[in-house]
């Protein structure tokens, strides 16, 4: 989608189970995972139904499920907040 802001940034393959050991080892303190990204559906199933209905569905799901790990198995991307 072209209002993706996660194009811009940038991305590492990291374990979320692993991460707060990772950062810790880097003089950090993991705060909080929220898991922002999801897809409802496989797109290609998407591009078949009513898009703005998809987007609204899409909007209250992904908000309601932010934080919560298993929205991983949604999306793929997870966002870390951290602090020195």
């Known amino acids: 989608m072209g ?3 996660s194009k811009h940034i940038r991305k590492h393959a990291e374990n979320p ?3 707060a050991r ?3 080892s880097y003089g950090y303190k993991l705060e909080k995972m929220v898991y922002p990204d999801c897809h409802l559906l496989p797109p290609f199933l998407e591009k078949a139904v009513d898009p703005k209905g998809l987007e609204d569905l899409k909007g209250k799901t992904c908000i309601r499920r932010a934080e919560d790990w298993r ?3 949604i999306g793929f991307e997870f ?3 951290l602090r020195v």
């Open 71 to 73: 929205s991983l198995f």
């Open 22 to 24: 990772l950062v810790q």
């Open 17 to 19: 189970l692993e991460y």
């Open 3 to 5: 209002h993706s802001v």
């Open 79 to 81: 966002l870390s907040f």
